[in-house]
Structure formats: structure tokens, C-alpha cells
């Protein structure tokens, strides 16, 4: 089992910036694909970024590239999320996942955007953007 747990969230201002930590425990994560994931009132909860073991492949939503960074450090068995320039839209309960199938170890397919591929779940962080 893994258990992964969020932290870096918080209330921030308009263009300001937060690192968001997805910290593991239970098992090594390091060949795992990892994504990040949120959800806003009333709304469906959606891929945010995703990065294979190796860190070599990495995949955003549309709305986030160029702000947002996906990061992990194995040794560390975390992965990060560096959100700059936040916008009000931003704003909502961010959770990682962890997909241990070695099918999708390689790069981050359509299917790595889709929370089913992910066995492990954080319990979420609210990031709030006021404006």
C-alpha cells in the first residue's frame, strides 16, 4: 500500500505563486507515473499534470502550461507541483495519485489522464486564489 500526503496548499493572491509537496510512504513511488489532479465546487475533477518515473515525460492540462511545473525526486519518494501566476479559476482541492502500471511507466498516455488509471489517492489540499 501506498499513502500519500499533500501539503503547501493555502489561500494566495492573484499572480502569486505555491509549491504543492505529495510526500509517499509504504512503498517506493520511484517507478511509478504520478499526477496531480483537482477538483472545484460543483465541478468535475480534472487532470492537472502527470510525469513518469524518470521525470523524462511530462503532461499538463491546456490551462496550466506555462504556469504550472510537475516536478518529482525519488530519493525523496516526492513529487511536487509548482503553480506560478495563479488565476481565481485555479482555485479548488488539488489531490496526487499514484498509477503503478508499468504499461504507462513510459510516457503519459490519454489514459494517464484519467483518474482510474491511479490506485493511490491523497487525501487533497485546498489552494484558494483570491482576487
Known amino acids: 500500500q501506498v499513502q500519500l500526503v499533500e501539503s503547501g496548499g493555502g489561500l494566495v493572491q492573484v499572480g502569486g505563486s505555491l509549491r504543492l509537496s505529495c510526500a509517499a510512504s509504504g512503498r517506493s513511488i520511484s517507478m511509478y507515473t504520478m499526477g496531480w489532479f483537482r477538483q472545484a465546487p460543483g465541478k468535475e475533477r480534472e487532470f492537472v499534470a502527470g510525469i513518469t518515473w524518470s521525470g523524462g515525460n511530462t503532461d499538463y492540462l491546456d490551462s496550466v502550461k506555462g504556469r504550472f511545473t510537475i516536478s518529482r525526486d525519488n530519493a525523496k519518494n516526492t513529487v511536487y507541483l509548482q503553480m506560478n501566476s495563479l488565476k481565481p479559476e485555479d482555485t479548488a482541492v488539488y489531490s496526487c495519485?499514484?498509477?503503478?502500471?508499468?504499461?504507462?511507466?513510459?510516457?503519459?498516455?490519454?489514459?494517464?489522464?484519467?483518474?482510474?488509471?491511479?490506485?493511490?489517492w491523497g487525501q487533497g489540499i485546498q489552494v484558494t486564489v483570491s482576487s
Open positions: 495519485a499514484a498509477d503503478p502500471d508499468p504499461r504507462r511507466r513510459l510516457t503519459i498516455s490519454q489514459s494517464s489522464r484519467n483518474a482510474y488509471a491511479y490506485d493511490y
